[in-house]
T-cell receptor, first 110, second 111 residues
Framework: SQTIHQWPATLVQPVGSPLSLECTVEGTSNPNLYWYRQAAGRGLQLLFYSVGIGQISSEVPQNLSASRPQDRQFILSSKKLLLSDSGFYLC?????????FGEGSWLTVV | GQQLNQSPQSMFIQEGEDVSMNCTSS?????WLWYKQEPGEGPVLLIA?????ELTSNGRLTAQFGITRKDSFLNISASIPSDVGIYFC???????????FGGGTRLMVKP
């Protein structure tokens, strides 16, 4: 069966520090992969999606970037974090018309 | 772009009560999905609807795909404290690889 994992689950980073969140999918090949952000108690905002290795589409201009170095790996990065980057980050993949989410990563920028 | 209007934004109910929430869109969708998100976790798929008019149940949950393909509702019967969370609707129109999400309904259940 297919599973999706992301890590770390929680991190506290100072302003100006770099960020790397990693997501991997198991049990499938060539998945569509997504990064969402969710502010506390709010809805889901699509940040990036990828349909294949090295193919990244950005939905909103921001301080973040994404990369897909391998078929089932999706990485969310920042060179210098801002306070406004704090939030709950979710990786997801879609088989067909549904989306399945990872466990989420809480980022607090201090 | 497409938008999903989900209502209500929040509900505070007594244990045992039934709950109803819905999503409406100005555009047609071919798939409607309902997710539940508990605090600190990713959303989990509850029900997927693929046909206009389809009515699907999952335990105490029932969801329907509107005939016009522009709306969907989710009902929870006999609510219990573990139903607490944020419920999201999402629509897919087969164009591209994106889902459109509603803003969520925060459900609170008083024991």
């Amino acid at each position: 069966s297919q599973t999706i994992h992301q890590w770390p689950a929680t991190l506290v980073q100072p302003v100006g520090s770099p960020l790397s969140l990693e997501c991997t999918v198991e049990g499938t090949s060539n998945p569509n992969l997504y990064w969402y952000r969710q502010a506390a108690g709010r809805g889901l905002q699509l940040l990036f999606y990828s349909v294949g290795i090295g193919q990244i589409s950005s939905e909103v201009p921001q301080n973040l970037s994404a990369s897909r170095p391998q078929d089932r790996q999706f990485i969310l990065s920042s060179k210098k974090l801002l306070l406004s980057d704090s939030g709950f980050y979710l990786c997801a993949w879609n088989p067909g018309n549904t989306i399945y989410f990872g466990e989420g990563s809480w980022l607090t920028v201090v | 772009g497409q938008q999903l209007n989900q209502s209500p934004q929040s509900m505070f109910i007594q244990e045992g009560e039934d709950v109803s929430m819905n999503c409406t869109s100005s555009s047609i969708f071919n798939t409607w999905l309902w997710y539940k998100q508990e605090p600190g976790e990713g959303p989990v798929l509850l029900i997927a609807l693929y046909k206009a008019g389809e009515l699907t149940s999952n335990g105490r949950l029932t969801a329907q795909f509107g005939i016009t393909r522009k709306d969907s509702f989710l009902n929870i019967s006999a609510s219990i404290p573990s139903d607490v969370g944020i419920y999201f609707c999402a629509g897919h129109n087969n164009a591209g690889n994106m889902l459109t999400f509603g803003g969520g309904t925060r459900l609170m259940v008083k024991p």
